[in-house]
């Protein structure tokens, strides 16, 4: 018996192993947290007005900021722009390759729709400063419409960098081997989503 506990105490003690650290994906995270970052610029001043904050409203269209519900609008729109920042969170958190395909399906759509109305806006707002259209019966005027000159240089080029971030986030989760599927899944859905806006349907 002595013998058999000495034998049993000369054993080392087989501690579980911890389990291995999942490698960070730097690219990944660079994306995610640019994502995270740009969508709450965009954020802050909706809430802002959201809140019931009055300065900035030039760069807003007179008709849109007179309107009864547009603090609630800028609430609703608040809590919109704070998705892209926690998918940029909830995608670091599962990892690149292991995301789940829901997570991917909301940045395509996300990726679509941000692009797609930041390609389309720009392209109208320069076609209203150019004298092409005119705004709301009249010929464009800095002096009157100021938020034409926002619109184009502001808020639609933050669309489309936010569609573009949304995609390479997206591209930073799948597998090597598959990114070429996922440019052209997001090519084909900006593509469809900009025909929205040609055909009258803005998103």
């Not at 849109?64 to 704070?82: D, F, R, T």
């Amino acid at each position: 018996m002595d013998h058999q506990a000495r034998i049993a105490t000369d054993l080392p003690l087989r501690t579980a192993s911890p389990p291995p650290k999942r490698a960070t994906n730097p690219t990944l995270v660079a994306f995610a947290s640019a994502l995270a970052v740009w969508s709450i610029v965009y954020l802050l001043p909706h809430l802002y007005w959201g809140l019931g904050g009055t300065t900035g409203l030039s760069a807003v269209k007179p008709s849109a900021s007179a309107l009864p519900e547009w603090q609630a609008i800028n609430l609703a729109a608040s809590g919109v722009l704070a998705l892209p920042a926690l998918l940029a969170v909830a995608l670091v958190a599962v990892g690149a390759g292991t995301a789940k395909s829901g997570l991917l399906l909301v940045s395509l759509a996300g990726s679509a729709i941000a692009t797609s109305h930041g390609l389309y806006g720009i392209v109208y707002r320069s076609l209203m400063v150019a004298g092409t259209i005119d705004v709301d019966g009249q010929t464009f005027d800095a002096s009157r419409h100021g938020w034409v000159l926002w619109d184009l240089l502001v808020f639609e080029p933050w669309f489309l960098i936010e569609g573009l971030l949304l995609a390479c986030t997206g591209g930073a989760v799948v597998a090597p081997q598959s990114r070429r599927r996922w440019v052209l899944a997001c090519t084909v859905s900006v593509a469809m989503a900009t025909l929205t806006g040609v055909v009258g349907i803005r998103i």
